[in-house]
């Protein structure tokens, strides 16, 4: 299909038009009904210790929600028969009463006296009543990348001093699909089970981390919504759909606050159009 260039009127008007769909976007989620009942069932999960977390996934790797045999039965689900627990640590305490030196009165603590071992089970061991759907979990992007949108963001990468390597994973952080390394002017992209369309959105990414976090000094939440809504500009401009990921990153990362995005506004179009409006990259007339 024919290519034309976009005038930078035209690709300002992209990256204004992709924002505010994308603080819509947002914005429904946060205040949707399942998002709610989502929160409610991840509010009666006790905080996991690292500890536990390492021996939940040597026993069982697939593990998504780990609970007590109570707890489960609190949620209309029971623990099937036969079924083996999962062992963790779990404190022991001891009540103690504590006087106020200030006010003269009396309190009560607990006390942690040492830990002993617990059986805990998947919801994969159980039956019962349906647990919420997660509606805010990111889902890779399938597919193609643009015709040349990896060539223009790896121009921009190594334009900037950083190199670029694809690695099957990320070596410090295996879930992630990208890191950028600023001391050392690095970008890797991970390739394993990642399409062409998820790598180039991750590169896109990245390409904001350099551009934008070289201080260290944005908090990472911060840099994590305003890196995703970067590349979510540079996806639409080049005609490649990313809400499935980005909605639910930045929504995570912004704290579910719809406000976090727009904060973030100025710097997030004025790094997309330093990219985008000065390039000369084409685009399909389809996805004008």
């Avoid at 976007?25 to 991840?42: C, G, H, N, P, Q």
């Avoid at 009543?129 to 990896?150: F, K, N, S």
């Avoid at 410090?172 to 991970?190: D, F, K, M």
Wanted: hydrophobic letters at 40%.
């Amino acid at each position: 299909m024919a290519k034309r260039q976009l005038s930078p009127e035209e690709r300002r008007e992209r990256i204004e038009a992709a924002h505010a769909m994308l603080v819509a976007e947002v914005e429904a989620l946060t205040s949707s009904a399942a998002w709610l009942d989502y929160l409610k069932f991840v509010a009666r999960f006790p905080t996991r210790s690292a500890r536990n977390n390492l021996l939940i996934r040597a026993q069982c790797p697939d593990a998504t929600a780990v609970l007590g045999y109570r707890q489960w039965e609190a949620l209309g689900r029971h623990v099937r028969r036969g079924e083996h627990g999962l062992r963790i640590f779990a404190p022991v305490t001891r009540r103690i009463e504590r006087d106020d030196p200030d006010t003269g009165e009396t309190d009560v603590a607990r006390l942690v006296r040492g830990f002993r071992l617990v059986s805990v089970f998947d919801v994969s061991q159980t039956d019962g009543e349906p647990l919420p759907a997660d509606p805010v979990r990111p889902q890779l992007v399938e597919g193609e990348a643009p015709v040349g949108m990896w060539e223009e963001l790896t121009r921009h990468v190594t334009d900037c001093g950083f190199t670029l390597e694809l690695v099957p994973t990320i070596a410090v952080h295996p879930l992630a699909n990208g890191i950028t390394i600023h001391p050392s002017h690095l970008v890797q992209v991970a390739t394993d089970g990642r399409s062409p369309a998820q790598q180039v959105k991750t590169l896109a990414h990245e390409l904001a981390h350099v551009r934008l976090h070289g201080d260290g000094e944005t908090p990472r939440p911060i840099a994590e919504v305003e890196a995703e809504s970067v590349a979510f500009l540079i996806a639409e401009s080049w005609g490649l759909d990313t809400t499935n990921y980005t909605v639910p990153y930045v929504a995570g990362w912004g704290g579910r606050d719809t406000n976090a995005v727009l904060h973030v506004a100025e710097r997030v179009q004025r790094c997309a159009a330093a990219i985008l409006v000065l390039d000369d990259a084409t685009i399909d007339d389809a996805a004008a």
